[in-house]
């Protein structure tokens, strides 16, 4: 199974602050890697999808950078509505498994 | 717009059976590049895929919940379905369905249902 690994755990962070976020495979994943948003009481929403497209209808405020093991998320100029879990996931192979998440809340 | 609901008993006993339904809505669940699946994410965790179906009746499963899961899909309804037998306190989430899509490198869970919370207690 390919496990999936993101740091920080949690950040603290103002509204404006750039945002980084990474995320690493156990293997190589090639360019087969997700990211999502999840607010509390709500379904994840895709953001990223391999490894740097942005989703439709996502703002260009979020990016994602990255192949083979190491991966990143990037949020310019952090919104209140950003205040939320984000989570990577691979889909490399079946196992589709998820990372930990990622908590980022307001300083 | 696409839209997927759960449906099932929010409570099940423990080694009882847990089964939801997925209806989905605004499109076909036989379109060509979409599977269908399941997801779960226990009370402050974080998320378990559970498992896949393609419209052809093709599944495929999380080896960890391998001998306990049955996907199936009817196309009729444009519904598809999970079962989880023998449950335990463990399986107590939120589970969610969501529409896969895969081409080539672009292979994601890009449609979510709202998710629906079981909990397994006597």
């Known amino acids: 199974d390919i496990q999936m690994t993101q740091s920080p755990s949690s950040l603290s962070a103002s509204v404006g602050d750039r945002v980084t976020i990474t995320c690493r495979a156990s293997q190589s994943i090639s360019s087969y890697l997700n990211w999502y948003q999840q607010k509390p009481g709500k379904a994840p929403n895709l953001l990223i999808y391999a490894a740097s497209s942005l989703q439709s209808g996502v703002p260009s405020r979020f990016s994602g950078s990255g192949s083979g093991t190491d991966f990143t998320l990037t949020i310019t100029s952090l919104q209140p509505e950003d205040f939320a879990t984000y989570y990577c996931?691979?889909?490399?192979?079946?196992?589709?498994?998820f990372g930990p998440g990622t908590k980022v809340d307001i300083k | 717009q696409l839209q997927l609901q759960e449906s099932g008993p929010g409570l099940v006993k423990p080694s009882e059976t847990l089964s939801l339904t997925c209806t989905v809505s605004?499109?076909?669940?036989?379109?060509?590049?979409?599977?269908w699946g399941w997801i779960r994410q226990p009370p402050g965790k974080g998320l378990e895929w559970i498992g896949t179906?393609?419209?052809?009746?093709?599944?495929y499963y999380n080896p960890s919940l391998k001998s306990r899961v049955t996907i199936s899909v009817d196309t009729s309804k444009n519904q598809f379905s999970l079962k989880l037998s023998s449950v335990t306190a463990a399986d107590t989430a939120v589970y969610y369905c969501a529409r896969r899509i895969a081409v080539a490198v672009h292979d994601a869970f890009d449609i979510w249902g709202q998710g629906t919370m079981v909990t397994v207690s006597s």
């Open positions: 179906i393609y419209y052809t009746g093709s599944t």
């Open positions: 996931q691979q889909s490399y192979s079946t196992g589709f498994t």
């Open positions: 605004g499109g076909s669940i036989s379109s060509g590049s979409y599977y």
